[in-house]
């Protein structure tokens, strides 16, 4: 049962999905809302004007600031800054890129959305000159908390950020198969704050080996800095809280290194 998550079948699905909204922005001043699937990055209704008092509080110059591995690394969350009963998962689930690059790769239907993730992963060109990892956990079945913070050598360009965001609103049901295990996923938004530059957010839902499975996924944007945030979970719904937490744990540290 631990084999769904923990092999990251569900969160490789959804990096390749989203990984070049971390090379989007749009506008001069931060959105107060993370951009989600059909919703651009901005003011979302009701509870808008609280989240912006929170999101003016970051100082983007500080957390914009190129890292070194050793400032990436401490600037990773302690376990004390989630909720009780969270603690350090030693095999680092989500985050490990360790794994041999041999490793076969999934396949996504329909062919639309494998040809959307093909194109989001030729964006991706720029090797990051600092990086670091860690995953949580809740228990043995999760939920996973993975967080990790890349640095670049130029600060991350402002591209398209709705252009992804409306490429992820039409695969809103996709079926990955990967090690012969098929999983149907249906994406949907998530509501987050942003705590950069630009924020996008997006949830995935679905059933694999008959149990059902989520991922919920953070991209944070700010200067030279990338910030990937996800919470994987087997069975029923599963709060964002920590991931909150954990987003706001990070920034903050990286606004003191």
């Known amino acids: 049962m631990i084999d769904v998550i923990r092999p990251t079948r569900l969160h490789t699905c959804a990096v390749a999905l989203i990984a070049s909204v971390a090379l989007a922005g749009c506008g001069d001043s931060p959105p107060d809302r993370a951009g989600t699937v059909g919703e651009s990055s901005a003011d ?18 500080a957390v914009g600031q190129e890292l070194t591995n050793k400032e990436a690394k401490a600037a990773l969350p302690p376990v004390s800054a989630l909720p009780t009963g969270w603690s350090v998962d030693p095999e680092n689930s989500l985050t490990d890129d360790s794994e041999s690059d041999a490793e076969p790769e999934g ?19 720029e090797e990051p000159t600092a990086k670091a990892s860690q995953t949580y956990t809740a228990g043995m079945l999760g939920p996973f908390l993975g967080v990790e913070i890349s640095s670049f050598a130029d600060e991350v360009p402002e591209d398209s950020f709705k252009k992804v965001l409306d490429a992820l609103s039409t695969c809103s049901e996709i079926t990955s198969t990967e090690d012969g295990t098929t999983t149907t996923f249906k994406i949907s938004s998530l509501s987050f704050p942003n705590l950069g530059e630009e924020s996008a957010a997006i949830r995935m839902a679905g059933t694999a080996e008959g149990m059902p499975v989520g ?10 800095n990338i910030v990937t945030l996800s919470q994987a979970s087997v069975g029923g719904a599963t709060s964002s809280d920590a991931l909150e937490k954990a987003a706001r744990a990070t920034v903050t540290n990286m606004e003191s290194d």
Do not use: F, Y
């Open 215 to 224: 991922l919920d996924m953070v991209v944070v944007r700010a200067g030279h």
């Open 44 to 61: 979302t209704g009701e509870g808008a004007a609280e989240d912006r008092s929170e999101t003016e509080d970051v100082e983007l110059d």
């Open 107 to 125: 396949t996504i239907e329909p062919a639309k959305c494998q040809a959307i993730m093909d194109d989001l992963s030729d964006e991706q060109d």
